[in-house]
């Protein structure tokens, strides 16, 4: 999407230097002119008149998986895509720690506050309904509860969807949107990782996935 200005601006040089262009007797001339819109476009690009955006090619109208996506967009609905997190602790490395474990729950919740975010889901979810049942708490608070939560988790998922949940030194959280537009996804994700910074210094929060990929 080209900003007024920015359009404006580019619009008036183009028509300066079409004639030149048309005529195709002065290659000079012609390689100036294609130079000169080029170095216009990338300086109104980084001045922020030029945006650039993105849709998914999933996205396509009329196919299936765009009615689905509508229908899950809208308001009240989970959202069709997600953002996808890597949770770490900044100190130590391991997933087992109750306290770590603890402050991600906390760090998920925090994220459905985020402007653009529809809900939140990890493994942490699992574990947090087998402490309410199994230890009458909100959260495993000792590593043996830990243990035994993932003794459960694991006894019911297969080791190739447990590899895309957790791994031994953090967990994914996924928060899901209800836009393809790149420029709020980025707006999004941006959002998320300042909310971690600021509130949560103790985790390492990391954007990976597919929504870092486009342009924002």
């Known amino acids: 999407t080209l900003g007024r200005r920015g359009g404006e601006q580019v619009v008036k040089l183009c028509t300066y230097l079409a004639p030149w262009l048309a005529r195709g007797q002065r290659p000079w001339a012609?390689?100036?002119?294609?130079?000169?819109?080029?170095?216009?476009?990338?300086?109104?690009?980084?001045?922020?008149?030029?945006?650039?955006?993105?849709?998914?090619?999933?996205?396509i109208p009329g196919t299936l998986v765009e009615q689905e996506a509508r229908f899950l967009n809208r308001p009240g609905n989970v959202g069709f895509e997600?953002?996808?997190?890597?949770?770490?602790?900044?100190?130590?490395?391991?997933?087992?720690?109750?306290?770590f474990l603890s402050r991600a729950w906390a760090l998920q919740a925090a994220l459905k506050q985020v402007a653009g975010s529809r809900e939140?889901?990890?493994?942490?979810?699992?574990?947090?309904?087998?402490?309410?049942v199994s230890f009458h708490k909100p959260f495993p608070e000792t590593r043996d509860e830990v243990y035994s939560?993932?003794?459960?988790?694991?006894?019911?998922?297969?080791?190739?969807?447990?590899?895309?949940?957790?791994?031994?030194?953090?967990?994914?959280?996924a928060v899901s949107y209800a836009t393809d537009d790149t420029i709020e996804l980025g707006r999004l994700c941006q959002a998320a990782l300042t909310l971690a910074r600021q509130k949560f210094p103790d985790l390492q929060v990391s954007a990976f996935n597919k929504v870092p990929l486009y342009p924002q």
């Open 30 to 59: 012609v390689g100036i002119g294609v130079g000169s819109v080029f170095l216009a476009a990338a300086w109104l690009f980084t001045q922020g008149a030029i945006v650039s955006r993105t849709r998914a090619l999933e996205f």
């Open 82 to 99: 997600f953002l996808d997190l890597l949770v770490e602790p900044v100190q130590g490395n391991t997933l087992m720690d109750p306290q």
């Open 120 to 132: 939140t889901s990890s493994i942490l979810s699992s574990l947090h309904q087998i402490a309410k």
């Open 149 to 173: 939560a993932f003794f459960l988790v694991e006894s019911r998922l297969a080791p190739a969807v447990q590899r895309q949940l957790y791994f031994p030194a953090g967990v994914r959280v």
